[in-house]
Nanobody, 118 residues
Framework: QVQLVESGGELVQPGGSLRLSCAAS????????MGWYRQAPEKQRELVAG???????HFEDSVKGRFTISRDNAKNTVYLQMNNLKPEDTAVYYC????????????WGQGTQVTVSS
């Protein structure tokens, strides 16, 4: 059974930084492309960053230059470093493995709340 546990979210001021972590269990983590998603109130969940098994990364336009994604296959963990945070980054952040047609491979974890506010 796949389990995804996100952590690291908190209240931060605009311009601040956070590092999110997602620990995965029940899978051969190293073979999967992993993604970070977010869902703001009354909005659809969106993919903001992805990283392939070989380390190729992809970012949604609004976070390019501010967010970085990395992975530690030995720890079955994917990270999201978020810098220069903006109020519009406020959302619950989740990790998962992207599938086809915007699907994901596994059930969602509980997510971690990021709130950017002064």
């Amino acid at each position: 059974q796949v389990q995804l546990v996100e952590s690291g979210g908190e209240l931060v001021q605009p311009g601040g930084s956070l590092r999110l972590s997602c620990a995965a269990s029940g899978i051969i983590f190293s073979i999967y492309t992993m993604g970070w998603y977010r869902q703001a109130p009354e909005k659809q969940r969106e993919l903001v960053a992805g990283i392939t098994p070989s380390g190729i990364t992809h970012f949604e336009d609004s976070v390019k230059g501010r967010f970085t994604i990395s992975r530690d296959n030995a720890k079955n963990t994917v990270y999201l470093q978020m810098n220069n945070l903006k109020p519009e980054d406020t959302a619950v952040y989740y990790c998962n493995a992207p599938g086809v047609d915007q699907a994901v491979l596994w059930s969602w974890g509980q997510g971690t709340q990021v709130t950017v506010s002064s």
